[in-house]
């Protein structure tokens, strides 16, 4: 009960009639009451029941000890004060007995309850409990950081997942986008999907746990991007200080499923989108496929910048018997994306400045005389050497196999193809003020081509088991790499362009060779992991040591024909500990 001032309310007894009655903001409801004798007042068991709006609460009295007649038989009005539990209690009186507490819902009427019959049966109606997955962002495992599958909240290092639901929230189309929203990560400008973590360079990119060469992929074929802040060395072994980037890809589903996209943007980007898969039954037993797709077309906020993608990801999966699947999964490329370096900064434009901008000829600044950049939509490339053109395929293939609930073994091979010409022009930030008052940016431009060819084998033995009650799992596995590199870099110079009147369609200067290269990789590594969960995983213990040893060989300086070997060697020892 709680104390409601000014409210009347209670339980009192009409001495005229004999009738019990509830009141509560002068409204009655009222009951018979049956009259005893004069010498002894025995009350009985009653139930009161006021309803209201398919609403009731009932207040029961039970005793039988003797009332004397010469006592007032009556019903003492209810303490307006909040009654102490439980609810409801029974007071004995001489001829009376008070009900400690009765709780009354306010409202427009009550209506007296019939009283029902010893016997009768409560029938209460049918209803159902569903349970449905939440909509959001999370994930409940994560197996970058310790290459077993970890619930996210045992993994002893600060980790981030993006996940499918919200790159397709967010409309992310590539990794720049995907990360915008990431804490501590940022994406590195002028680097093939390079990120900032925690200030670091991390440009590194994986792919399923293997390491790509650079290139910008599309996010259509992702499931997630998991992302490690801090070292993983003895997870990937060669990575950088700021940490660690790896992209999962979407796997066949045991259901039919189809899903078209479309999306239209600014600057005149249109973008398709297909997902589909499903069981082959035809084809034989436990085989499903996926086929994930997208194509791309439109503009930039840079004046001229045309980009376009055409990203084909197929995978099928078969599952030939109990605890064993192969997966193989493809990844097809052809892209034109943006090699411009961004805006330029244009410095003080008056002689107050230490170092002003140079006006040639006495000719007059037709732009404010303060700090600027250019304009946004400014371009310093030219239309001849405008964007990244990529062609890039990758091969999958994991075998994967429960030997019984204890043992299980993964063996994964990666086979990498990548052909990929950059034409940049670098601005210079030596602008100075024209003889027609305008403000000019010198240049110069390369012309990088380059090919790319690997291999990498991965394999690894998980081992879970018990042992006074406690339960560990323990990883051993390797990694073989092998890759090679084929480089020209041609430089050349470019005219001047204004940044207020741009001309984009001006002749080149002839390129000169400048580098041409070939470089040819090895490594090999063996690791192990462990995991412990001690005292009802009250205690995690997660530990890892990893092993590398590399080999480099340079094949340089072959514009006069000559060649310069140069090999290299070096041994890792990494760890990490938790």
Not at 81 to 99: D, E, G, H, Q
Not at 259 to 278: T, Y
Request: charged share 20%; net charge positive.
């Amino acid at each position: 009960c709680q104390r409601r001032p000014q409210q009347e309310r209670g339980l009192a007894v009409n001495k005229a009639t004999g009738r019990a009655a509830g009141y509560h903001r002068g409204v009655e409801a009222a009951w018979p009451t049956p009259r005893r004798s004069a010498s002894q007042r025995s009350v009985s068991r009653k139930t009161i029941s006021l309803l209201e709006n398919n609403h009731a609460v009932a207040a029961t009295a039970d005793t039988s000890e003797g009332m004397p007649s010469n006592q007032n038989p009556g019903f003492p009005r209810a303490r307006s004060n909040p009654c102490p539990a439980p609810m409801i209690r029974s007071l004995t009186t001489s001829r009376a007995f008070l009900l400690g507490c009765l709780t009354v819902i306010p409202g427009p009427a009550f209506l007296p309850a019939a009283e029902p019959a010893a016997d009768s049966t409560v029938r209460l109606e049918a209803f159902n409990v569903t349970e449905s997955s939440s909509g959001g962002y999370g994930v409940s495992a994560f197996s970058s950081a310790t290459r077993l599958r970890t619930p996210i909240l045992d993994v002893p290092q600060s980790v981030s997942v993006v996940t499918a639901a919200l790159i397709e929230d967010i409309g992310a189309i590539d990794y720049a986008q995907a990360v915008a929203y990431v804490p501590g990560v940022s994406y590195r400008q002028n680097v093939n999907d390079g990120s900032i973590i925690r200030g670091f360079d991390a440009f590194n990119v994986y792919r399923n746990g293997f390491r790509m060469s650079g290139y910008v992929a599309d996010n259509v074929s992702l499931d997630r991007i998991e992302i490690i802040k801090g070292p993983a060395a003895a997870i990937a072994g060669a990575s950088e200080s700021g940490g660690l980037v790896n992209r999962i890809t979407k796997k066949p589903l045991e259901r039919d499923h189809l899903s078209l996209r479309a999306v239209i943007g600014s600057f005149g980007l249109m973008r398709g989108e297909l997902d589909a898969g499903g069981p082959l039954p035809s084809l034989a037993r436990g085989v499903n496929y996926r086929v994930v797709a997208a194509a791309q077309e439109g503009g930039a906020w840079r004046e001229g910048e045309r980009q376009r993608k055409l990203s084909v990801n197929p995978s099928l999966s078969w599952r030939p018997g109990p605890g064993t699947r192969l997966l193989v999964e493809a990844e097809v490329l052809d892209a034109l994306t943006s090699s411009n370096e961004g805006t330029v900064y244009l410095p003080f434009l008056d002689d107050r400045t230490t170092n002003p901008i140079p006006v040639r000829g006495g000719a007059v600044p037709r732009v404010a005389l303060n700090p600027r950049w250019a304009p946004k939509e400014f371009n310093t490339n030219d239309r001849k050497l405008e964007g990244r053109d990529q062609q890039v395929i990758n091969l999958f293939a994991t075998l994967t196999h429960a030997f019984s609930e204890h043992v299980s073994f993964r063996q994964a091979l990666m086979r990498q193809s990548a052909d990929i010409d950059t034409p940049k022009v670098r601005a210079a930030h030596n602008q100075y003020i024209g003889a027609d008052g305008g403000v000019y940016v010198p240049r110069s431009y390369q012309l990088s081509y380059a090919q790319s060819t690997g291999f990498s084998a991965q394999g690894d033995l998980v081992f879970h088991y018990e042992a006074a009650g406690t339960r560990h799992q323990t990883l051993g596995g390797y990694e073989y790499t092998r890759g090679n590199a084929d480089s020209i870099l041609y430089l050349g110079a470019l005219p001047d362009i204004s940044v207020f009147a741009p001309n984009y369609d001006v002749p080149l200067g002839a390129p000169a060779l400048s580098t041409s290269q070939f470089t040819r990789n090895r490594s090999f590594s063996y690791f192990v992991n462990h995991q412990s969960r001690l005292w009802r995983d009250r205690v995690i213990i997660t530990g890892g040591l990893r092993r590398d040893t590399a080999k480099g060989q340079f094949l340089i300086d072959r514009r006069n024909n000559r060649e310069v070997q140069s090999d290299r060697k070096s041994k890792r020892l990494n760890s990490s500990h938790a």
